[in-house]
Each structure stands twice: as C-alpha cells, then as structure tokens.
C-alpha cells in the first residue's frame, strides 16, 4: 500500500507569513492529490483537487503543486482563519480505496 | 444548499450495536457515491466504507470489513452505516461525505457532515 508522510506534523507560523505543506508518497503516485483544511470542531474542507484545482470558493491563496512522490500545498498569506490541519488525500487509489496523510498542523506562532 | 447531516453516535458496549445516519439536502443522495470516514481521537482520518450510485456496489475498510454495513434510504436521502461488534478501537468522530468518481475510482469528498461521535466503552 501506498502511505502518504506529511511534513512537517506541525508549522507554526504567523499571519501574513507563507505556509509550505509537503505530503510524500512512499511510491509514484498515479491519480492525483486532494488537499482539505480540518478545524476542530467543524466539518473537512477540500481546498484542492487533481494535485492543483481549487475547490469552488476557495481564495487564490491556496495552492497546490507536485507530481510523482511529492506534492506542496502552499498558503501564500496566512489569514486568522486558515489555522487548522491539512490533510493530503491520494486519489484513484487501488487499494485501500482512499489513502489520507497523517496532516499537518499549522499553528499561531 | 448542498449540506450533510449525521447523527445517531453515542455510547456503546463493547460488542454492541449502533446505526448511523447521514441526511442530505440540495442534492439527491442516491445519484453519487457516498463514503463514511473517521476520526479516532487524536488521529488522523480513515476511510471506512463506500456505496456507489444506482445499482450499489460497496467496499469496506478491512478494519470494518464483516462487521459494518453501508446502505441508502433513497425515500429519506439519506445515507446509513450499520454497525455491529464494535470494538474499543471503533472509538471515532463519523464523517459522511460525497464522493466523486471516476468509473470505480473515488477522487475526493465534497461536502462532508460536521460528523457524529462514537464512543464504545464499557
């Protein structure tokens, strides 16, 4: 199987600073990645389809990257609400059907 | 508005019994796939089951695999998850969520329900 290592498990970050998430395959990924922001408390988000799509509504601060074994959600400004965990998701899996990361935890500095 | 409700978590035995739901609104359930994932405290997130669209086909976790049943009521919308022999280990937050598909592969989950908490313990 697949597993997705995300890193690093924790960033700790202030407003307005840039956010770099990685989240590496322990082989060639064939499909593609989705990223989702997770508050306590609250349902997933998904941010980002097929490695580089925004989700409708997200802001054009979230982007994502990548091919192969490593791909990089990027937040370019962090705003007060985008302090959650991200998970990476791997899509068109063969088995298990869906395979998450561990997430990634960015936190106020 | 495309929204996701769960409900029907508590607390139960060891080795007993527990029914999920999951209610739509703003889309019809029964024309998407439609997963169950999870949350154990402290952990991260787990697939647990899906049901494809029209002629259903479904896939389990082989964590669950036996012991849990997913399954639609199309005259409510809603999605449900039998659970049966449940564990210590099937302590978890219950998210439903929307799968999109392409053929038999599932790509991501969009909406997803704020989850509904199961706690097995005795």
């Known amino acids: 199987d697949i597993v997705l290592t995300q890193s690093p498990a924790t960033l700790s970050l202030s407003p307005g600073e840039r956010a770099t998430l990685s989240c590496r395959a322990s082989q060639s990924v064939v499909g593609s990645l989705a990223w989702y922001q997770h508050k306590p408390g609250q349902a997933p988000r998904l941010l980002i389809y097929?490695?580089?799509n925004r989700a409708t509504g997200i802001p054009a601060r979230f982007s994502g990257s990548g091919s192969g074994t490593d791909f990089t959600l990027t937040i370019s400004s962090l705003e007060p609400e985008d302090f959650a965990v991200y998970y990476c998701?791997?899509?068109?899996?063969?088995?298990?059907?869906?395979?998450f990361g561990g997430g990634t935890k960015v936190e106020l500095k | 508005q495309v929204q996701l409700v769960e409900s029907g978590g508590g607390l139960v035995n060891p080795g007993g019994s527990l029914r999920l739901s999951c209610e739509a609104s703003g889309f019809t359930l029964s024309d998407t796939y439609m997963s169950w994932i999870r949350q154990a405290p402290g952990k991260g997130l787990e697939w647990v089951s899906y049901i494809s669209s029209n002629d259903p086909y479904v896939n389990y976790a082989d964590s669950v695999k036996g012991r849990f049943t997913i399954y639609r009521d199309k005259a409510k919308n809603a999605l449900l998850l039998q659970m049966t022999s449940l564990r210590a280990e099937d302590t978890a937050i219950y998210y439903c969520?929307?799968?999109?598909?392409?053929?038999?592969?599932?790509?991501?989950?969009?909406?997803w329900g704020q989850g509904t908490l199961v706690t097995v313990s005795s």
């Open positions: 097929e490695t580089s």
């Open positions: 998701q791997q899509q068109r899996s063969n088995w298990p059907p869906v395979i």
């Open positions: 969520a929307r799968t999109y598909n392409s053929g038999w592969d599932l790509n991501w989950f969009d909406p």
